[in-house]
């Protein structure tokens, strides 16, 4: 029995060698689409700074994964599904002399993939939707969280330099129109000064940004308010 998830996703970075940033709007469609107010101008005029280090995501690297769980009392019914996102984009910037630390990431909700084989075998997931159950949950998920009017998931902090000391780390994350702060923990691994890895885990609740998880027949079949969350992030030095 098909259900409709409802989603999010956080959390968060960059993409490959140099600053790549359009200096004119991109086309409609285009894979260069990024939110208006990312702060690109933030991390290129950081380049120039003293005892400044900007790093910018490798998308190739990188991977943020959801798990959506079933509820209710029919939730045998339904399946759990895990939705990835390989396409986090954005920057790190570390000043290791004054101990501060900046970073801005965002996602594309169309380009998110639900129930990739391999990821729903690493998870341990119990049920085997049909394809077709796979296509339409994708559908509502879009649906669900507005992507045509709120098209990227994006988290940011100006203080992330809790992270350097290896401790917990306040965030703002924006989603279907609502920022909300929340303090996640984070691991930082640094290979030398050319390649940082982020990796953690949190949750996050439908709710808190205006989303109803969806249900059906009253409640007796319904997606779980609460997300799990993954990151595992790398980031190469400008």
Not at 71 to 79: E, I, K, R, T, W
Not at 83 to 98: C, D, M, T, W, Y
Request: include cysteine; aromatic fraction near 6%; hydrophobic fraction near 40%.
């Amino acid at each position: 029995m098909r259900y409709w998830l409802v989603l999010l996703l956080s959390s968060t970075l960059f993409t490959s060698c140099s600053l790549l940033v359009p200096n004119t709007a991109p086309r409609e469609n285009s894979k260069d689409l990024h939110p208006a107010d990312f702060p690109y101008a933030i991390y290129r005029a950081a380049k120039t700074g003293q005892n400044n280090r900007v790093y910018q995501l490798d998308g190739r690297a990188s991977e943020i994964r959801i798990k959506v769980f079933r509820g209710g009392v029919m939730a045998a019914l339904g399946h759990d599904h895990i939705v990835a996102s390989r396409h986090v984009k954005g920057f790190i910037q570390l000043n290791p002399v004054e101990v501060s630390c900046r970073a801005d990431f965002y996602l594309p909700l169309d380009q998110l993939v639900v129930d990739d084989p391999k990821l729903r075998a690493g998870a341990n997931l119990q049920t085997t939707p049909s394809a077709e159950d796979i296509k339409a949950t994708r559908r509502n998920m879009l649906i669900s969280l507005d992507a045509a009017e709120y098209p990227f998931i994006q988290l940011s902090s100006d203080s992330c330099e809790t992270l350097l000391k290896g401790e917990a780390v306040e965030v703002t994350i924006t989603l279907h129109g609502v920022s909300r702060k929340q303090t996640i923990n984070l691991n930082l691994d640094r290979d030398g000064s050319e390649k940082l890895v982020v990796k953690g885990d949190f949750s996050l609740l439908q709710s808190d940004f205006g989303i109803q998880p969806f249900s059906l027949l009253n409640g007796l079949l319904s997606v779980k308010d609460r997300l799990e969350i993954s990151v595992e992030l790398e980031a190469r030095a400008l």
